[in-house]
């Protein structure tokens, strides 16, 4: 399966480093078109046998499979770039959650997916939000899962689930890495203790709880109960932790879908600015 990215960003780069790394994909298949050529051609620096596309419509000719990894408001000139070369046994996966599927089935022939990955994918962890197109087949399906199972826990969603669906795998990181960056540095600045020791304690401690959580079937409340005592250090310690961080997420919950609206309202102005409105979806 020939294989094509346009754009060679952190999360193009990253999607190629880890379905190669994961002998999901061979070099020799991958073509990567970017606006910066200097990151296609690092990428084929990387991956020998890789091919630096010399143009986005020279990415997707060839390519049975085609990720498009760049941002919400470069989505027009791309597919304007595209459509033209792109055949109906193709597959064009968006990784942008903005974009809706419907707007790329009518401004593309081809079958269209949304895989909307996360940073953890990266050591062959996480989850990938995955939602279907119209004219994906059941075996189109069937190989994507397989491929993005490669690297990750395939995910089905529904496309208006996206937005929370995203805070929690793809945003999470993020979040929780703010989370544990708090708590190192208090542990550090009560304590004296050595900040690198600290972080391995902590990251240690976030990795085991992951494989609880994932692996051994403990739930968050279970957790909470196990480690917290009545009466203990742990007890008194989690209570001042909901008093002070209560309203913390939904209110974060909020931010999200509120900046989320306003890139879909972009998105949707970018891609049909020079059109009428009508048999818009």
């Known amino acids: 399966m020939k294989v094509g990215f346009i754009g060679a960003g952190s999360m193009g780069s990253l999607l190629v480093e880890a379905f190669v790394s994961a002998g999901a994909m061979q070099p020799a298949d991958i073509s990567v078109s970017s606006r910066t050529p200097s990151k296609s051609a690092a990428l084929a620096r990387r991956f020998p046998g890789l091919l630096p596309a010399p143009s986005n419509a020279d990415a997707a000719r060839g390519?049975?499979?085609?990720?498009?990894?760049?941002?919400?408001?470069d989505f027009r000139s791309v597919l304007d770039e595209i459509a033209p070369v792109m055949r109906a046994d193709q597959i064009?996966?968006?990784?942008?959650?903005?974009?809706?599927?419907?707007?790329?089935?009518?401004?593309?022939p081809c079958k269209v997916a949304k895989l909307i990955p996360s940073i953890v994918n990266s050591a062959r962890s996480g989850a990938t939000l995955c939602m279907w197109g119209s004219r994906i087949e059941p075996e189109d399906r069937a190989a994507l899962m397989e491929l993005i199972g490669a690297i990750s826990r395939p995910v089905d969603i529904r496309e208006e689930d996206v937005r929370a669906a995203s805070d929690i795998s793809s945003c999470g990181p993020a979040f929780f890495a703010y989370l544990l960056e708090e708590f190192t540095?208090?542990?550090?600045?009560?304590?004296?203790?050595?900040?690198e020791t600290a972080a391995v304690l902590a990251g240690e401690m976030l990795l085991g709880t992951a494989r609880?959580?994932?692996?051994?079937?403990f739930t968050t409340q279970e957790l909470q109960s196990r480690v917290s005592v009545p009466g203990g250090i742990t007890a008194a310690a989690l209570q001042s932790l909901r008093s002070s961080t209560a309203g913390a997420f939904p209110a974060l919950i909020r931010v999200t879908h509120e900046k989320f609206t306003e890139d879909l309202n972009k998105v949707e102005a970018s891609l049909f600015q020079n059109e009428s409105q009508e048999g818009r979806p």
């Open 63 to 73: 390519a049975d499979l085609l990720f498009l990894c760049v941002k919400p408001s």
């Open 185 to 195: 540095e208090a542990a550090a600045r009560q304590s004296g203790m050595d900040r």
């Open 92 to 108: 064009a996966v968006s990784i942008t959650s903005p974009v809706r599927l419907a707007h790329l089935e009518l401004l593309l």
């Open 212 to 217: 609880l959580l994932a692996e051994q079937g």
